[in-house]
């Protein structure tokens, strides 16, 4: 057992400490063919060459969310593998595009620790940031999740909870450079709603289903190389269900949201989220979004929407929290992003 | 409700529109290995960029029926979200071969319209053409579906029956340019059984079958970005199952068949089809052809084959209908198609 | 039936025969993530084109398990496909690693057979070679197969049994071109381990389980262009079940031993291998290793580990066989191979 990784329990983090994480990964065109086969994603720009080079691209760079379960997936042995919970996302930017051929690796800085009241377990803050084979971030953002204690004996560290914002100030969204909406097909992106046809309050129900498997999540969680066992081992519940990876149910949401958001084409900010419920195969994921602010950028004929995307199984849209505050038993997912779309 | 995409009804279509479909997509090798991983196909053109140098082509091109599912998938939105059957096929012609690092595009012309006798529904007859990043067609064929009406007090259109030919006519058959199968390997490719050991009127029981999964179809049918959603979503039926996409018994079929033909390397033209009757999974598909026709083409070493390719999901081969002249109950697809083999 | 494969009966071998297996495959980034999609394989350089040249390799090699599946695929139709069982594996060697691009086929020289003293069936040995398109051996191995005869009146063979090696010499292992450890980063690897830190007779639990799809072993099976019936047509069995391709419980059982032997980079050679019991969808594969014996390389920074690795479906590690001799029930693989690791 000595040579196995045991994971980290809440006292070995130390405020500051920087982790690097294991296995750098190239992704390639099967990278991106296996997401559009698990989910039904289908932003022009992530899907044609030609659409993204109209676009000011070089190319169509990997849907924004293969990044982040490519970096995010790096951290799960160092970081959440004796997670209770994972309990919030902030500070979200996605940096760089990335393009097949690149090489991502990823490393976390602890930020934050609290231990909980009860002494057995304790909330750690990470920053973890992705950087590409030239050493350019391509995203970070910042996570917070409760960690079981390895030695309930250990003494509790001082109690550092970072500031974060409520929201990435849209002044600070980064737009990939040469990006230029100016001369955007909107037929052949998919719908001819533009960024100004859009307004702050609106909701949309993405209307389309999709019942989850056991073998498309698992697929989807290895190709992340994601480690955590409740993914993939039966023996861990009594009905032999594996708990779905909750970057699956973010995806299949975002994929969703085509229906009705096609042109919210990349995702720049990542303000906020809370996977509400756990999500087990069998389950049907619907999802519908709410217009949470709208920012002009500086690139040409593009801006920003800032977007909360639900996903359900099951139940009427538009619906997230009960008279108690707390979320829905059907919402699974609640997202905070900001997306650029053609004005 | 109003940003999403509600489908077009019978009323919807004029004779004589062209409708341009939405999402390019460029194809990678991430397409045919995935490809590959769905369907047990073998045709060593499409498996070997070696195989297919020494046939006149610059590489290895991507499986044909990969062609016509990703051009097919994007014309759901427009043409199949509310239809109640796909009928049929004809005057299929695959012009050019695709391969990885090609933007594939798809649009259709309204070329035949007749409402049902009952008023709620009509069947609405376009011709779809493919196109790559160079404008260039890489197939086209004919499709018509049964639409319900939306509105059933919109006025019938003009019936116009579009004049479908029975069959390709062999002469009509594009040749990939520089095909050559003067020096062809048939040990590499698998069977001994060049196109004049094939006889008009011979059947073919291709023995091997596969049992079909939830996972599977799904992924295939995501992959060509196919938006219906009776094949995604468990709550339509009461049994959970979902509907499979006609496409997926079609490339089973196919890939099956290499047992007894595996020289039939291409298609190059389709002159009909039908779904007879749905597949589920759970069903174990097998497939048998028979041989329509045989012509010879302008290219070195190369003939064409017309074939019927027929999937079932059970019973004895060589059964097609019955004495009521319908499809019998096992019977899931009834193809005829042209493809080229060495002579 | 006449032009479809029967496959082969034993009779139908002759000692020193070279059989040329069909449809040569090219291999792309594609194949490896779907094989990271199955698999949860970690192995950095195989992972990391960065990663791969920071090694001396121009570039991630493709998981040395796809090249052996894919080898091994080829030779299922003229060599399985009436087996009734897979007996063994020797003297395996891999000769060159396969990259994205590489077009890779595979031929078999039989090189033993043995009617048995039933008369019903006999063992067939032969060497299997797999080229590359520069006609270079990327891989070589030896297996034994249990073949039912076709006609009973068919005289016996002379008895010829090869003489195998127990396991392949370390001196005959062939380190790839260039290969250099000597600045490996552990820290990327994913342990800390080293050759140095291995002893002889350690045993090492590698603690994660994965559950089986079907989906998945189908998908993983046809990849490699393995066409044996059992593993795909739930109709041969009344449970409906499949077996499982003996190879997916390799590539699981070998992903899974990361956790404890993430620096075992390259599969190299080839010892032995029983597949002990069958595996069915529902079974959670976990692993264990035993370190067998070391040796140095002529490379930089390079050892070689000789390992044990078994795959099992429950019950405690390390267990192997009973006081009978025979494997356990839950043991699903028992294989024997080198690997190079950093000094």
New interface residues.
Partial sequence: ?A???PGRFFEDYRLGEVI?H?????????????Y?????S?F?LA?????ARASGLPA?PMDDLITFHTVFGKTV?DISLNAVANLGYAEGYFRKPVY??D?L?SESEVIGLKQNSNGKSGVVYVRTTGRN?RDEVVMEYVRWVMVRKGDLDAPAPETVLPDLAKAVDPADLIIPEGLDFSNYDF?????P?RWG?YEIGEQ????????I????H???T??W?N?A?VH????FRPD?Q?LIYGGHVISMARALSF????NAQMIVGLNGGAHANPCFS?D?VKAWSEVLDKAETSAPGVGAVRLRLVATKGGDPFRLKGQDGKYLPEVLLDLDFWALMPL
Avoid: C, W
Wanted: aromatic share 4%; charged share 25%.
């Fill in positions: 057992m040579k196995t990784n690097a294991a296995v750098p990964r190239t992704v390639s065109g099967g990278e991106r063919a296996l559009h086969a698990l989910y039904p289908r022009a899907s044609s060459d030609e659409f169509a042995p097949p051929g090489t690796r084979q037929t052949l992106a998919g719908e709603h046809d949309i129900d993405h209307v389309d289903g999709v019942t498997e056991e073998a498309e698992m697929m989807a290895r190709l190389q480690t066992k993939f081992d039966a023996t032999g594996r229906n009705g958001l096609a069998g049907t």
